[in-house]
């Protein structure tokens, strides 16, 4: 039996099918399972992602959540409560360029952050942000702390 991840985040989308084919040209994602009904309509769908499943799935609500709703930023005036963070081996720039090319909106342009990433964001069309990150050099916290000015702990307790 195949080791599944303990967390598997899934996304969810107007047009779950042409966001698909989209994160396929624009990031370079593959789909990995589709299961639909009758009419076409998503049941379950997943895409790898260097390795990592990611969830993708149209929009829903029901009872099984309490009476809450998936909704895409497009349903919600492009209001959206998390991004996926992407840490890629190598390419970030290139990567970059071929997302852009492909029509995702990059909201911020590469750059090398203080903590040793270079990272960009990227919105696809329903509005879902996308970080895409690559380390460039090791830094320690003393050197994150003088550049930034932030404490950093690794437990509550420190912080």
């Known amino acids: 039996m195949t080791q599944r991840p303990a967390v598997v985040p899934c996304i969810f989308y107007k047009d779950p099918i042409a966001a698909m084919k989209w994160l396929e040209a624009a990031f370079g994602f593959e789909t990995t399972e589709l299961v639909t009904d009758a009419e076409g309509n998503?049941?379950?769908a997943e895409m790898d992602c260097l390795g990592s499943p990611i969830g993708v799935g149209g929009e829903w609500a029901g009872p099984q959540l309490g009476g809450a709703a998936?909704?895409?930023?497009?349903s919600l005036g492009g209001v959206g409560t998390v991004f996926l963070r992407i840490t890629l081996p190598e390419g970030l720039d290139a990567h970059c360029e071929h997302a852009r090319a492909a029509g995702a909106r990059i909201t911020d342009e590469p750059a090398d952050q203080f903590y040793g990433a270079r990272t960009y964001r990227a919105m696809d069309p329903e509005g879902h942000i996308w970080n895409f990150a690559q380390e460039v050099r090791v830094v320690s916290?003393?050197?994150?702390?003088?550049?930034?000015?932030?404490?950093?702990a690794t437990s509550l307790k420190e912080a």
Not at 70 to 74: C, G, N, R, Y
Not at 142 to 149: L, R, T
């Open 42 to 44: 998503v049941g379950h």
């Open 70 to 74: 998936m909704k895409s930023p497009a």
């Open 141 to 152: 916290t003393e050197d994150m702390h003088k550049a930034s000015g932030l404490t950093f």
